[in-house]
């Protein structure tokens, strides 16, 4: 069956610490992957997309890896701070032939909590 | 100003009842999805419209039905609800099947 698991429900760090999240997949081929932040109570935020044929995406203190062999995403949050305590989802859009299905399947997110 | 945005924002009803729940994108997207998020925080996907077109129906009840008077509205029917129905539902929007931007949600509870 096909799964999206996050390596864990939750993740505690120090602030100050770089904080990697772990996103495995199974029987997919995603044409990318993507990551979103969820506050409580609010919506999923769009962070960063990678696509299959990158292995690593920046965006200030964010840092994404993409590996297809492995089937692995890892997310990383570098210098983190308090205000980065959120769920991180991960989610994917499954290949079909040349094209993608058009839907996000999403896991289940780590919740982080970065301590001052 | 708000991307994507649902009413209501929170639902109580009771079970036997039909409910609808709106939701309006201004992005300018060619695909609205639902999503409903339950108590485990689980985010499925149950539909998306791709220019008023429904192009994918996942395995939900059908006492949910999609529907999309245009392009920038996608709005849930649920007939005849139950408790189980209860959970956060979220419309999202995106462009070309890329990244999605969410509403705030509605947390429907039935009783």
């Known amino acids: 069956s096909q799964k999206i698991e996050q390596n864990s429900e939750a993740l505690n760090i120090q602030e100050g610490k770089t904080a990697t999240l772990t996103c495995n997949y199974t029987?997919?081929?995603?044409?990318?992957l993507q990551w979103y932040r969820q506050d409580p109570g609010r919506g999923p935020v769009f962070l960063l997309l990678i696509r299959e044929n990158e292995k690593e995406k920046r965006k200030e203190r964010l840092k994404v890896t993409f590996d297809t062999t492995l089937k692995q995403s890892l997310f990383h949050i570098t210098a983190s701070q308090p205000a980065d305590s959120a769920t991180y989802l991960c989610?994917?859009?499954?290949?079909?032939?040349?094209?993608?299905?058009?839907?996000?399947?999403f896991g289940r997110g780590t919740q982080l909590t970065v301590w001052p | 100003d708000t991307a994507v945005s649902q009413t209501p924002k929170y639902l109580v009803t009771q079970m036997g009842n039909d409910k609808s729940i709106k939701c309006e994108q201004n992005l300018g997207h060619d695909t609205m999805y639902w999503y409903k998020q339950d108590s485990k925080k689980f985010l499925k996907i149950m539909f998306s419209?791709?220019?008023?077109?429904?192009?994918i129906n996942e395995t939900v009840p059908n006492r949910f039905s999609p529907k999309s008077p245009d392009k920038a509205h996608l709005n849930l029917h649920i007939n005849s609800l139950e408790l189980g129905d209860s959970a956060v539902y979220f419309c999202?929007?995106?462009?070309?099947?890329?990244?999605?931007?969410f509403g705030q949600g509605t947390r429907l509870t039935v009783v």
């Open positions: 419209y791709n220019n008023k077109e429904l192009i």
């Open positions: 989610a994917l859009d499954p290949r079909q032939g040349g094209s993608t299905l058009g839907r996000l399947y």
């Open positions: 029987n997919y081929s995603p044409a990318y």
């Open positions: 999202a929007s995106s462009l070309r099947s890329t990244e999605a931007f």
